[in-house]
């Protein structure tokens, strides 16, 4: 049968259990959003770099259509002094320079053709990828939504527990609550039953005197302090 004085620790125990389980999931709270926002960060991130790409692709076709342009008045500058020319090495020398101007312009229309090509695919996968990136963003800002309602419940029931726990700790007299606040700094539980002469916290066998104090003489030791185990220091109970 468990003394009075311990009943009471075994209470405040309880709430304290409770009080530091709310509060380390609350503290854990805006570590979880920072994660989630970190993933909105990169969804966005992947966003702007497939339309850098696009954007590129684009800029890349305005530079050859303005080569073009600028071929294409070459061109016809060189056709235009050919035809006023009267002299045939002076002939043909701008007929060399149009087809060397003509050839330039086939292959920019053809590099034009690729990049309007390749542009097409970029709108396509761009539109895609943009689609599911955004739909993810909203599953991540519903979640951080979630997150912070959770955040504001743990902060009331953390509120409500650190009442409980200091409503516990009143019954207490000052050298019980030194002693029970010294364990649980270090080890929770800190109050423990003994069971097959082990202790409930460490698992190793305590002395025989411990084991005495906490069966026979009220879970006092031979000081007439609580009993606490030999090997770890906690508060020990004998659970019949």
Known sequence: MLTPVIEKVLILQ?????RQTLENQLKAVPQDVARVEQKIAAEKGAIETAKGELMALEARKKVIETEIGSAETRLAKYRTQ???VKKNDEYQALGHEIE?????????????????????EAKKKFAAAEAELKANIAGHEAR?????????????????????????RAPLDEPTLRLYDRIAARNLPACVPIRGGKCGGCHLKVSSEVESAVRGKGG???SGRLATCDQCGRLVYWEA
């Open 14 to 18: 309880d709430r304290d259990v409770r």
């Open 100 to 120: 060397t101007t003509q050839k330039t312009i086939g292959e920019f229309e053809g590099q034009e053709l690729e990049i309007m090509y390749g542009i097409d």
């Open 220 to 222: 006092l030791d031979p």
């Open 82 to 84: 050919q035809s006023q």
């Open 144 to 168: 951080i939504k979630t997150l912070k309602e959770r955040g504001e419940n743990l902060a009331a029931e953390a509120k409500v527990a650190q009442g409980d726990f200091a409503a516990a």
